[in-house]
């Protein structure tokens, strides 16, 4: 049996409706109605679906995405560095300097120290007169009878030559020194 003319139109219309609707992504299930075919039709749907089949649809694509424009991600900062000090130079190690005073004289009359030492400086009066063994705006015995000692600590800081005497004879008639180097 076939199918009058305006309704054969209408089912090859809805079929391909629905078939471009599932290219698309669509569902031919979301169809408003689809035509069902009675056993007395089936002649005539199977007619339809093969002129449908035969017939050259336009291609259709798929549709476009927008890009996103994400922006792409800060370079990530360099990790702060530090600029290593090296340690201070190790102090020397401390020495013991010794000094005689005989009579009117210091004995060595010349010594010397490095920078940052710690010196020690055991001081005795082996004469018959009082002395002392001062280094101004440094260390100081006090006055030493004869035969006394004194021990006297200093750490020099700067390179220098510092000079020592007594100060119950002056610096004129007895002193010396003690060289500090670097």
Partial sequence: MKLPRP??????TTLLLSAALVGCGGS?????????ASPASASATATVAAATSTSTAAPTTAPAVAPTNTPAPAPAA???????????????????????IVDF????TSLSARVGQTV????????AAPHSFTIDGGIDSGILNPGQSAALSMTPSQ???LRFYCKVHGAATM????????
């Fill in 78 to 100: 360099p990790a702060p560095t530090s600029t290593p000090v090296p340690p201070p130079p190790a102090a020397p190690a401390p020495t013991t300097l010794s000094v005689s």
């Fill in 28 to 36: 031919s299930s979301k169809t408003a109605s689809e035509p069902t």
């Fill in 7 to 12: 309704a054969s139109v209408l089912l090859a």
């Fill in 159 to 161: 390179a220098a030559i």
């Fill in 105 to 108: 004289a210091f004995s060595p």
């Fill in 120 to 127: 020690m400086v055991n001081v005795r009066n082996t004469g």
């Fill in 175 to 182: 002193s010396g020194q003690i060289a500090v180097t670097p």
